[in-house]
């Protein structure tokens, strides 16, 4: 199994930054994917996850500013953030979503993360 963050940056409060994830080693069609985040002194918080069949559910801290979806083709899951704001600031994650959802304890696959700085 290998999941390879990228997309992350330096963006100014109120910007916006799309994640990308890409899927090898298992059968990513088949497997539910999240996001999850880690904050300076903070642990690890979950942000969002996507179903196989495109279902999408979001913490209440990104909903309505970051949405997730995949690219079953290109075994590529995304996290479109808009309305960045300075507490966004963390390493992303993805992965493999073990049918606990928001649960991170069971998860077992992740990716080595991508670093998002929201500062003006």
């Known amino acids: 199994v290998q999941l390879v963050e990228s997309g992350g940056g330096l963006v100014q409060p109120g910007g916006s930054l799309r994640l990308s994830c890409a899927a090898s080693?298992?059968?990513?069609?088949?497997?539910?994917m999240s996001w999850a985040r880690q904050a300076p002194g903070k642990g690890l918080e979950w942000v969002a996850g996507v179903y196989n069949d495109g279902s999408a559910f979001y913490a209440a801290s990104v909903k309505g500013r970051f949405t997730i979806s995949r690219d079953n083709a290109k075994n590529t899951v995304y996290l479109q953030m808009n309305a960045l704001k300075p507490e966004d600031t963390a390493v992303y994650y993805c992965?493999?979503?073990?049918?606990?959802?928001?649960?991170?304890?069971?998860?077992?696959?992740w990716g080595q993360g991508t670093q998002v700085t929201v500062s003006s």
């Open positions: 992965a493999i979503d073990p049918g606990t959802l928001s649960d991170l304890t069971e998860y077992t696959y």
């Open positions: 080693g298992f059968t990513f069609s088949s497997s539910a």
